[in-house]
């Protein structure tokens, strides 16, 4: 549709916030070209209507009065080629999205011009950013590794043989490369559970920190964790989808939703849905879809010995609760969604699914026996001098869980294996050994063990 321009005092209010440079993040085009020898100097800029002007033009289904959208809030200062764009990705470019960009771009424009924003007399603000990583504050010690007379996809094999320990929580697992069994549990034990499938004569133990140095050793030892997570999420009633990498809630029953309580930034206990029917807001009639609430649950190494848990918000969606929707039209509801989640709901989310993972403790963690896994639940923080976003006033502080009884029993019984080792420069292996194009992040054919 022809685009139409807006009075000349809401066109030059929009033009002087935004100091004539396109507001697209990234993009910083100087809107004035300077004259040439046969040319005079040339303004290359548009306006956009955020709510288009015409009810059947982009994002002019919004409910606004046809005065106000021509009004210096509704619009914002483009170049054409990101005029364009946003036209043309329309639910790309909500309304929400254009609002923040614009309120975003102007606000630097604000604080750049103001006579407080000289290099040396600039009042900055200081923050702390929270990001969506927890410390590992426990690590298995050592890496144990056996021959064993399985391949590397007898996984489930294996399994069935195991002696699983009766009325404890710890989490058995393995990875089997090259005819060797590999364990965070003491393989050396005439009574362990993996006894069965392996030679006990013949066990060799790894320093982590000497194993993970290799790539190969980083990725059986990040293959591992990973393992134990699918174990570990698996008791908590979350499936994982091997395609996208993810752990998401599953229907406890055919067609019915799934609440669940937990506290919120605010330390308020709340239910929300996390698997759920989209409905049309007039009728009330299923749309064909379920949203179930998902993440990404990685482990990283963030240095030569500390370890991270990141969560990545996502979601998973279904046709009826169970058969995952076809990706062609997963996109746009997804995209969608993720235009609309600022810092905010972003960090909401992530809070959610740290207090599901903890059950709203302190810390939560991995048994192997004589060793641990500890994740604490306290998001690591940065503090950053900035001059900050105008409008971006809403603070969240790093809330911690508070210790009880059972939580510091917990923490007492926390194990590294230190005291059962034994190390001695003559039988600590290396883990230089192995060498193969492993790259198994995930474990497809997880299934819980009896």
């Avoid at 033009?15 to 085009?29: D, H, N, T």
């Avoid at 060797?180 to 069965?196: A, E, I, N, Y």
């Avoid at 294996?417 to 001695?424: P, R, S, V, Y």
């Amino acid at each position: 549709m022809p685009r139409t321009k807006p009075p000349d005092k809401e066109w030059k209010i929009v033009l002087a916030r935004s100091g004539g440079v396109c507001a697209f993040p990234g993009c910083g085009e100087n809107l004035t070209k300077p004259g040439t020898g046969q040319d005079e100097a040339a303004f290359i800029g548009e306006v956009a209507h955020i709510v288009s002007d015409s009810r059947q033009g982009p994002r002019g289904d919004v409910e606004l009065s046809d005065e106000d959208r021509d009004k210096h809030p509704n619009l914002v200062l483009f170049c054409q080629n990101c005029h364009d764009r946003v036209d043309k990705q329309p639910r790309t470019f909500s309304v929400p999205v254009l609002k923040r960009i614009k309120e975003q771009h102007e606000g630097r424009i604000a604080t750049l011009a103001s006579p407080a924003a000289s290099v040396d007399g600039m009042e900055l603000k200081q923050e702390r950013i929270l990001s969506s990583l927890l410390p590992v504050t426990h690590l298995p010690r050592a890496m144990f590794a056996a021959p064993c007379g399985y391949g590397d996809h007898q996984d489930q094999v294996i399994k069935q043989q195991l002696n699983y320990p009766k009325d404890t929580d710890q989490i058995i697992r393995f990875l089997v490369r090259e005819k060797t069994l590999f364990s965070f549990h003491d393989l050396r034990h005439p009574d362990g559970p993996f006894v069965p499938v392996i030679d006990v004569t013949k066990v060799e133990k790894y320093r982590s920190e000497k194993f993970w140095t290799t790539a190969e050793g980083h990725r059986r030892f990040v293959t591992l964790l990973n393992r134990a997570m699918y174990k570990y999420t698996d008791r908590l009633g979350l499936r994982f989808d091997p395609t996208h990498r993810r752990f998401y809630f599953p229907v406890r029953k055919p067609g019915e939703e799934r609440p669940i309580k937990y506290r919120s930034l605010n330390r308020q206990t709340q239910t929300r849905l996390v698997a759920w029917e989209e409905k049309k807001k007039k009728t009330g009639e299923g749309k064909g879809f379920w949203w179930h609430l998902a993440a990404g649950l990685r482990f990283y190494r963030m240095a030569d010995d500390q370890w991270c848990l990141s969560i990545r918000p996502e979601r998973h969606l279904t046709t009826n609760g169970e058969i995952p929707l076809p990706p062609e039209k997963i996109g746009r509801k997804v995209t969608r969604l993720k235009a609309n989640m600022f810092n905010d709901k972003y960090l909401s989310e992530v809070n959610f699914w740290r207090d599901f993972l903890s059950k709203g403790s302190p810390r939560f963690s991995f048994d192997f026996g004589s060793q641990s896994l500890v994740i604490s639940t306290d998001f690591l923080a940065f503090d950053v001098s900035s001059p900050g976003i105008p409008g971006d006033e809403i603070e969240f502080r790093n809330q911690f869980y508070e210790e009880d009884l059972f939580s510091l029993a917990a923490r007492n019984s926390f194990k590294e294996g230190e005291e059962d080792l034994d190390w001695d420069d003559e039988d600590d292996a290396d883990g230089e050994s192995a060498d193969s194009d492993d790259t198994d992040y995930s474990d497809p054919d997880e299934t819980p063990a009896p």
